[in-house]
């Protein structure tokens, strides 16, 4: 039987030996009491809760900011979030309860369990995706994430969310060897949710509760978004701090848990294994499973145990545990230290929330370690936010010369890239507001005007608001500047434009394409590896799936499923040495590494 334990809101006064080390902590609390609601301020989050435990010791848990800022309700510690991919941690509790009970057999292929529904035919062996395999995204599976649907939408069933009927991501399939490579699947969790029905005869949100959140003293959460939990929820904001609907999902196991900061801190400590307490706050599974489950599995590349992300901060000698998580409109983020008993949760209700956690996460980190994690920690607020509300108050006509003048007299304060640019763009197109997406994008234009996808976005925007012959001149610009931009010129045919002027995809000679092949390094977990593959060359990161790269010039290729361009730089001797990756205006820099 699980010992009743309360969790204090916020320890003010530490019963901790060393006085010194009460007094660091408080001085901690102290400058993120100052912080928080700056950088809720700054980026636009309406509200958040933190946790943090130190050497066992829950020294913060506390709620800072609006869960609904219309009407001024604050968050509490009591208050529900969605925590998005975090939900696959606690859907691996459930699996590895039944692989204790002996119900289940990690290593046994995923359709013994299976009679509703089964992994689509293809080339490789439907009996290697294991158990295992999908608990660390190894299984070789489709579907990174998922969308959620709104309450006026019908939820697919399970079975029609791995077919297909999922809001946009499609079917679940096999597309590359089971066992050999990472590849985050958020639709193999979808297959683990169905195993447990199957092998438990209940749903999985009961058998969840029953089994792991009830037991865990988590009753404030939940995979089933009823009454209670919604009069408890936090609102959910974009990246303006606007409100926006409320997200269903059918994908629970991956991303649909509701929990507070109270809730999910009793988590944390069922995650401690080594503590010295762990029975009391852990009644679900044996300390041992718990710790194989942060151990990483073969062919993750170190970085994913059995529903625990594994994270080795570069230049910081701290290894973490835990899990991230991000639906539209909420972010948060989870981690633990077994070793230390340190743990670190943070959740927001806001777009841009990751921007929060990322900065507290960084100074929790030099707190515990004295090392910094360096640029990352740094993160600068978007232009567009301020450019929303310039076009709120007076429309777009003076849009252009208010962004010039910020950029001229306040260019250290705000991110003025490509990208961002490119966003609020689609926000306006999101909500079928035309005309000011055609204005933002025309503002990237005249920003970035060699820029291939300035050009595409402002076109696609052009055509939506009825101004066919401008839209052709802009599409036609940027396949000028990217003859690789395939979309574009699939949408020039598509009205009846004559693409005879246009210059044509530049091909390499096929004798040059082995000077590009090898390994970059663009930081430092993460690589790309650049391979030959039926004539074609194949650009493949770290833990990514393999895309095609497709030639604009000699040396400077177009990636289309992610809009970006890679550039091969030479020697003096002529030989390729390393790479340039340029996305969304961010160039990356990657040296070729020797075999």
């Known amino acids: 039987m699980l010992k009743k334990f309360t969790f204090l809101v916020l320890l003010v006064s530490l019963t901790l030996s060393a006085q010194d080390t009460s007094q660091t902590i408080n001085t901690f609390i102290e400058e993120l009491d100052q912080k928080i609601p700056k950088l809720l301020e700054k980026f636009m989050v309406p509200g958040t809760a933190i946790a943090v435990i130190e050497n066992g010791e829950l020294v913060l848990q506390k709620a800072y900011g609006y869960a609904d800022a219309v009407k001024a309700e604050k968050v509490t510690n009591q208050t529900g979030f969605n925590i998005g991919s975090i939900s696959k941690t606690i859907a691996a509790w459930g699996i590895m309860k039944l692989v204790e009970a002996g119900e289940i057999d990690l290593d046994a292929p995923a359709e013994k369990y299976l009679t509703r529904w089964q992994l689509p035919e293809s080339k490789f062996d439907s009996k290697k995706v294991t158990i295992r395999r999908l608990l660390s995204h190894t299984a070789g599976l489709s579907l990174h994430g998922y969308p959620g649907w709104t309450a006026k939408d019908r939820l697919s069933t399970i079975e029609e969310s791995l077919n297909g009927r999922n809001n946009g991501p499609g079917r679940v399939e096999m597309i590359m060897e089971p066992g050999t490579q990472w590849k985050y699947s958020g639709g193999g969790y979808t297959i683990l949710q169905l195993i447990i029905e199957e092998v438990t005869g209940q749903k999985f949100e009961d058998y969840i509760q029953t089994a792991i959140l009830n037991p865990l003293g988590m009753r404030n959460s939940s995979y089933k978004i009823d009454k209670t939990i919604l009069e408890n929820s936090s609102l959910e904001h974009d990246g303006f701090g606007e409100q926006i609907d409320f997200e269903l999902f059918t994908a629970q196991a991956a991303a649909g848990l509701h929990t507070t900061i109270e809730d999910f801190t009793r988590f944390a400590y069922a995650s401690l294994f080594a503590h010295t307490d762990n029975q009391k706050?852990?009644?679900?599974?044996?300390?041992?499973?718990?710790?194989?489950?942060?151990?990483?599995?073969?062919?993750?590349?170190?970085?994913y145990g059995l529903g625990y992300q594994v994270q080795n901060i570069p230049n910081v000698s701290y290894t973490l545990k835990g899990h991230g998580g991000a639906n539209s409109g909420w972010h948060a983020f989870f981690r633990v230290n077994p070793d230390t008993n340190d743990g670190f949760i943070m959740m927001t209700n806001g777009g841009s929330g990751y921007n929060i956690y990322t900065q507290v996460f960084c100074d929790w980190i030099q707190w515990k370690t004295g090392e910094s994690m360096g640029?990352?920690?740094?993160?600068?607020?978007?232009?567009?936010?301020?450019?929303?509300?310039?076009?709120?108050?007076?429309?777009?006509t003076n849009l252009g010369t208010v962004y010039e003048a910020l950029k001229t007299n306040r260019s250290e304060d705000y991110n003025f890239s490509e990208r961002i640019l490119n966003d609020f763009g689609y926000y306006y197109m999101r909500r079928k507001e035309t005309a000011k997406a055609v204005a933002v994008f025309k503002l990237n234009v005249d920003q970035f005007p060699e820029s291939s996808n300035v050009y595409d976005s402002y076109a696609e925007a052009l055509l939506?608001?009825?101004?066919?012959?401008?839209?052709?001149i802009n599409y036609k610009k940027s396949v000028e500047l990217n003859p690789a931009n395939t979309s574009a010129?699939?949408?020039?045919?598509?009205?009846?434009?004559?693409?005879?002027?246009?210059?044509?995809?530049?091909e390499v000679d096929a004798s040059k394409l082995n000077d590009y092949i090898g390994n970059y390094q663009l930081s430092a977990d993460f690589i790309v590896n650049i391979s030959i593959e039926d004539g074609k060359l194949i650009a493949k990161p770290k833990g990514q799936s393999a895309l095609i790269i497709i030639a604009m010039s000699e040396d400077k290729f177009y990636v289309?499923?992610?809009?970006?361009?890679?550039?091969?730089?030479?020697s003096v001797e002529g030989e390729v040495e390393s790479m340039t990756l340029n996305q969304n205006g961010r160039e990356t820099f990657g040296k070729k590494l020797k075999e």
Do not use: H, Q, W
Not at 464 to 472: D, L, Q, R, V, Y
């Open 464 to 472: 939506e608001n009825g101004n066919k012959e401008k839209a052709i």
């Open 281 to 303: 706050y852990n009644a679900v599974l044996k300390e041992s499973t718990i710790e194989e489950m942060m151990k990483p599995a073969p062919a993750s590349n170190d970085s």
């Open 375 to 396: 640029n990352r920690c740094f993160v600068k607020p978007s232009i567009a936010g301020k450019l929303k509300a310039v076009i709120d108050a007076e429309g777009t």
């Open 489 to 506: 010129i699939d949408i020039l045919k598509s009205l009846n434009v004559d693409l005879g002027s246009l210059p044509k995809a530049f």
């Open 560 to 570: 289309e499923e992610v809009k970006a361009e890679v550039t091969f730089n030479r």
